[in-house]
T-cell receptor, first 115, second 111 residues
Framework: EPEVTQTPSHQVTQMGQEVILRCVPISNHLYFYWYRQILGQKVEFLVSFYNNEISEKSEIFDDQFSVERPDGSNFTLKIRSTKLEDSAMYFC?????????????FGPGTRLTVT | GEDVEQSLFLSVREGDSSVINCTYTDSSSTYLYWYKQEPGAGLQLLTYIFSNMDMKQDQRLTVLLNKKDKHLSLRIADTQTGDSAIYFCAERTGTASKLTFGTGTRLQVTL
């Protein structure tokens, strides 16, 4: 069964450093998302992406964040200058379409630890 | 704005039914989803219901939606130890692409 994959599974970085989290969505999906879950808190939407453009973003997704689809398979989330409060589990998701039920399928997550 | 709430913990005995509840505030919800998260794993989509439906059954899972009270529930029949996980409800509203998640309910299944 096709699945969303994410690398790395765990990333440790120092405050102020740039990190890139990588995702490979399901191959025939066209819509891509990033969510995050700070330990003990809700899963929060960050951004959705379609046709090489951001469709929607939350207040969390400020200028420190960017997304890119550098090739036909990868979808990346970049945090330019990490802060301690960026420590969280980051989930990538993809869906085949935007209308109807458009189920979103999630990857296993990347745990980001900022020290 | 959207807000989704769930009780934090539920303990059931193996073989019993589990009922996990969720309330939401946004009346323009179009689809409501249930996800399962096992330790160290991602979010697994279990089922979903369209907002004009009252009930949906999928094998051991039954979703009930009370739109008037903005209440959603997930019933798991014959609960097994493998059902132990955190269960999240989530809503999508209008044409928005994002999902808004609840706090998650940790289901513990005891022998």
């Amino acid at each position: 069964e096709p699945e969303v994959t994410q690398t790395p599974s765990h990333q440790v970085t120092q405050m102020g450093q740039e990190v890139i989290l990588r995702c490979v969505p399901i191959s025939n999906h066209l819509y891509f998302y990033w969510y995050r879950q700070i330990l003990g808190q809700k899963v929060e939407f960050l951004v959705s992406f379609y046709n090489n453009e951001i469709s929607e973003k939350s207040e969390i997704f400020d200028d420190q964040f960017s997304v890119e689809r550098p090739d036909g398979s990868n979808f990346t989330l970049k945090i330019r200058s990490t802060k301690l409060e960026d420590s969280a589990m980051y989930f990538c998701a993809s869906s085949q379409r935007l209308v109807g039920s458009y189920e979103q399928y999630f990857g296993p997550g990347t745990r980001l630890t900022v020290t | 704005g959207e807000d989704v709430e769930q009780s934090l913990f539920l303990s059931v005995r193996e073989g019993d039914s589990s009922v996990i509840n969720c309330t939401y505030t946004d009346s323009s919800s179009t689809y409501l989803y249930w996800y399962k998260q096992e330790p160290g794993a991602g979010l697994q989509l279990l089922t979903y219901i369209f907002s004009n439906m009252d009930m949906k059954q999928d094998q051991r899972l039954t979703v009930l939606l009370n739109k008037k009270d903005k209440h959603l529930s997930l019933r798991i029949a014959d609960t097994q130890t493998g059902d132990s996980a955190i269960y999240f409800c989530a809503e999508r509203t209008g044409t928005a692409s994002k999902l808004t998640f609840g706090t998650g309910t940790r289901l513990q299944v005891t022998l």
